[in-house]
């Protein structure tokens, strides 16, 4: 893979996050970095050319890149803060990782396709991002690294995983796609205390589905 970020692809992401801007995404932080990541790199070559358009695209294993907006979006709602500890569930293309990274976070990430979990691992550090990577069931999360102050879920659950809510820090946030294979509402969940927890919905987003288990190919 050659490395190459040309000015014609600097150029296409200032405009994606001039777009990302008119969708409502406010967060500065969270537009620079999407300003910064070389986001092509991420993309099968098919599809590279198209890297840079608001869009979800296939990246193996029956998995998708996020589109920015989504990426955005989940970012924000985050409210990371500098040096804060984020699990990430679902690594995939590792996109959403640099983000997170870009923002001063401490990223653990668990992926469940071995495909997937290598090539990002692989991956990641050759354009200096380097999250501490994991190959498992994201539903189980990281009880041995809990509690997160952050936790990012990329992939649509059925329901809001109980050990995830679980390794969230008190005045922690974990932000989670919840419905159906096809459709889904952003969940932000709030700890408040070890037992009361608060929810906010922010509409409906397709994600490919959380599944449980993990894949070694």
Known sequence: MTLNDTLRHQG????????????????QMVLEAIGKIPRHLFMESTFINF?????AFP???????????TVAFQ???LQIEKNEKVLEVGT????????????????????RQKELYSKAQNFLPQIGYHPAFF????????????PFDK?????????????LKQ?????????????????????EIIRISKNEFKSIKHGGFNFVPLLKGTVNF
Do not use: C, H, W
């Open 12 to 27: 296409m992401r200032k405009k994606l996050v001039e777009g990302l801007k008119t969708k409502g995404i406010r967060n």
């Open 51 to 55: 890297a840079y358009k608001d869009q």
């Open 59 to 69: 990246i193996g294993a029956g998995q998708t890149i996020s589109q920015p907006f």
């Open 75 to 77: 970012t924000q709602l």
């Open 92 to 111: 995939g293309s590792g996109y959403q990782a640099a983000v997170l990274l870009e923002l001063g976070a401490k990223v653990f990430t668990i992926e």
């Open 135 to 146: 190959f498992g069931d994201g539903y189980k999360g990281l009880p041995n690294f809990a």
């Open 151 to 163: 936790i990012l879920v990329t992939a649509g659950a059925e329901q809001i995983p109980e050990d």
């Open 167 to 187: 390794q969230l820090k008190i005045g922690g946030r974990l932000v989670i796609p919840v419905g159906s294979n096809k459709r889904q509402e952003m969940y």
